[in-house]
């Protein structure tokens, strides 16, 4: 497809598990990022990748959470020993970089619940 | 820290109705984004502003980026149903970063 796909699209998991969640960027995006979303809020900026610059990793919110980029394709987000408050959207975005860095093309996210 | 102020943060409008939803912050902005996004959707980009005092149409929005670069608001022109969803506005910083700092979030309710 020629969007952004993420995958699982839901992930039901128990507290204290490990979860891994994919995203597939546009092709040719060299920019890749990852936002959390709660229930009916704005998007939380987690981590930004660009190309073989180190990531900026500043909106990660403890050191559960961490993300891997493969060149400039496939991500994912490990979130470990989940907590409840990790239930939320977590959403993947791709851009070119430069000046169209700041338009950013969303996936349709992956819904977790941590029960 | 940069914050995104929108409001109001629910609209509720019958079809026809002309609405604005307007995003502030006392930061300056490189540029700012619009987004709609749409229940069990990710967002979905409908303009960038980048010059202070721009204006941008798409068919029946209209958004302005103010000339500080610091609000923007986005009118909407006989609002339709298809109009419902969660608008969002995003600002972008300066420099290297690729981070957007996005609003809360206006949702909008078009009733036929």
């Known amino acids: 497809g020629a969007g952004v796909s993420q995958s699982p699209s839901n992930k039901v998991t128990e507290k204290g598990k490990d979860v891994e969640l994919r995203c597939d960027p546009i092709s040719g995006h060299t920019a890749l990022y990852w936002y959390r979303q709660r229930l009916g809020q704005g998007l939380e900026f987690l981590i930004y990748?660009?190309?073989?610059?180190?990531?900026?990793k500043s909106g990660l919110p403890s050191d559960r959470f961490s993300a891997e980029r493969t060149g400039e394709s496939v991500s994912t987000l490990t979130i470990q020993r989940t907590q409840q408050e990790d239930s939320a959207v977590y959403l993947c975005?791709?851009?070119?970089?430069?000046?169209?860095?700041?338009?950013?093309?969303f996936g349709p996210g992956t819904r977790l619940l941590v029960l | 820290t940069q914050l995104l102020e929108q409001s109001p943060q629910f609209l509720s409008i019958q079809e026809g109705e002309n609405l604005t939803v307007y995003c502030n912050s006392s930061?300056?902005?490189?540029?700012l984004q619009w987004y709609r996004q749409e229940p069990g959707e990710g967002p979905v980009l409908l303009v960038t502003v980048v010059t202070g005092g721009e204006v941008k149409k798409l068919k029946r929005l209209t958004f302005q980026f103010g000339d500080a670069r610091k609000d923007s608001s986005l009118h909407i022109t006989a609002a339709q149903p298809g109009d419902t969803g969660l608008y969002l506005c995003?600002?972008?910083?300066?420099?290297?970063?690729?981070?957007?700092?996005f609003g809360q979030g206006t949702t909008l309710q078009v009733k036929p």
């Open positions: 995003a600002g972008a910083g300066w420099g290297n970063t690729g981070k957007l700092i």
């Open positions: 975005a791709s851009s070119l970089g430069g000046a169209q860095r700041k338009s950013q093309y």
């Open positions: 930061s300056v902005f490189s540029s």
């Open positions: 990748f660009q190309g073989n610059s180190a990531p900026d």
